[in-house]
């Protein structure tokens, strides 16, 4: 007898885990928004203001504050695709996983590169864009002249944490490789104090830093003398949860919408509309 309860409770146990574990589908027809979880401060992607216009979202539980950029231009026009409001959560970097996979949001719309480790946890729309890895240095450093990542053997660098950008840092022979920080304003302030001597980035991460602050030079590289990339190293997706698959067919439909000149047209304006230190 005692033996048939211990089974029956280990069926109920094993059958309560997997529904734990089995979330229910993002359902189109029923929900009238959606939520999406971003940093608010990766400019040009995202940043937060208290100045309203008429590309910015209100940042969901900071009355007073509003989300702008290339990301959240993208999500309102992936909401307005899908005939849904748009809600956007300001989420610290390495918590945005967590708050998908737990459903406090519905989507990562946070240039997130969809890299294999991270497509175990969470899926991956088409790429919403393409950019390239570059490294960011004071302009009147002696690394302002570099053609190629050999020029920064025993370079301080860093990078954010959490991102693909600090695993690049090792392809450099001989570099200093330097603690990762929380964010670019971190990182900005770093290299500005001479407390590293480069960082590595996004292309628009970085010109939207350069076009701020003018003691910050981009160092692009020539093929075949900078970072060895695949393509999720310079793709960025929107994350989902795996389990809704309706709704990353719809986002992947949304974005097909968007051509790719009109998404670089997109960034463009980004960047020219991004806060100036």
């Not at 100045?51 to 950029?69: H, I, K, R």
């Not at 960011?136 to 693909?164: I, K, M, N, P």
Request: overall charge negative.
């Amino acid at each position: 007898m005692k033996r048939i309860i211990v089974l029956v409770f280990a069926l109920v146990l094993t059958l309560g885990l997997a529904a734990c574990q089995t979330g229910e589908q993002f359902d189109l027809e029923s929900e009238s928004e959606f939520v999406v979880g971003l940093e608010a401060a990766y400019a040009p992607f995202n940043w937060s203001t208290p100045t309203e216009n008429s590309f910015t979202v209100p940042l969901s539980g900071q009355p007073g504050f509003y989300v702008d950029g290339f990301d959240v231009v993208m999500s309102q026009r992936i909401a307005d695709e899908l005939g849904l409001d748009l809600v956007i959560r300001a989420i610290e970097w390495d918590g945005l996983i967590v708050a998908l996979t737990s459903g406090e949001i519905d989507m990562i719309i946070a240039g997130m590169s969809p890299t294999a480790e991270r497509a175990q946890t969470v899926a991956f729309s088409d790429a919403y864009y393409r950019s390239e890895q570059v490294m960011v240095v004071r302009s009147d450093s002696t690394y302002a002249d570099a053609t190629s990542l050999a020029d920064f053997s025993g370079a301080r660098v860093v990078a954010q944490e959490g991102t693909l950008q600090d695993d690049l840092i090792d392809q450099i022979v001989g570099v200093n490789h330097r603690p990762t920080l929380n964010d670019y304003s971190a990182l900005a302030v770093a290299l500005s104090s001479g407390a590293v001597d480069a960082f590595v980035a996004e292309l628009p991460v970085a010109q939207g830093l350069v076009a701020s602050n003018s003691i910050y030079s981009i160092i692009q590289f020539g093929e075949g003398l900078g970072f060895t990339v695949t393509e999720e190293d310079v793709a960025v997706a929107v994350a989902l949860r795996q389990e809704d698959v309706d709704l990353l067919a719809a986002v992947n439909l949304a974005l097909s919408t968007i051509s790719f000149e009109e998404r670089n047209t997109i960034m463009a304006a980004a960047l020219s509309r991004q806060p100036q230190e």
